[in-house]
């Protein structure tokens, strides 16, 4: 019997990705930690925040693990792979993707289980639905509602009946820019793209990291 693991996953390759984009450089510029981490956060900060994550995430999906059945992971939009990485040691079959071609090479040398692939949220296709749909400090970066809006669509698509799509934005009412290469959208606005499609809001846990608002909202599919 064919092992889906054993399918080579190309489907969502984009043929024709843009040179040098802003991740490109800050992912070739900064450090492991600090290009999809918290760009103003020295080392041991970034150190700091991305371990209280790690644990706040094991925490909302690990009780769904079985040491005979691993979990299907998808890391949308994984950067250097930390998270990826972190969740295939703990078992979980992981397949990440990233739009940024230097965050996916640097990604795959530093191997330890998940496979990767250059892949935006709208464009990433996917044989299989994954028990978990994991998306961290990605659409907050996404500027245009529309393609924001087909990401996510994207990603919901690809969660299993009873399974999960994480997320993490503020937890507004209104839209919320920083700077020119964030805003923050309220939850009504992911309600109302993902309840059509069956995910139900089922929780927010913030990062509670310093004075960062942001947090995981979790989406379980219910049909
Ligand atoms: C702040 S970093 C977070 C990386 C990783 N999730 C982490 O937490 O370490 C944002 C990442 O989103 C990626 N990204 C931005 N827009 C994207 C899109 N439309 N599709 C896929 N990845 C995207 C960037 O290339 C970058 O690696």
Known sequence: MTDRTDIPL???????????????????????LASGG???????GN?????????????????LNSTIAPLFVLDAGC????????LARCGHRVDAFDASREAIERARAAAGGPRYTEARLDTWRS??????????????????DAEWAAGLRNLASLVRVTGRLIVTDE????PRPRGDYIVHRPTAAYRA???????RHTEFRPYGFRENEVGFHVFTRTR
Do not use: M, N
């Open 127 to 144: 044989p299989w639905p994954y028990d978990v749909v994991l998306c961290v400090d990605v659409l907050f970066h996404v500027l245009d």
């Open 193 to 199: 793209e993902l309840e059509p499609l069956g995910l």
């Open 38 to 44: 918290h760009i103003s956060l020295d080392r041991a």
């Open 171 to 174: 937890d507004v009412r209104v």
């Open 79 to 86: 950067g250097k792979g930390h998270f990826a990485r972190a």
């Open 10 to 32: 190309d489907l969502g390759t984009d043929p024709d990705p843009p040179e040098d984009t802003y991740w490109d450089i800050r992912h070739r510029e900064q450090d492991d």
């Open 47 to 63: 150190e700091l925040f991305y371990g209280l994550r790690l644990g706040a995430l094991l925490t909302l999906i690990g009780d």
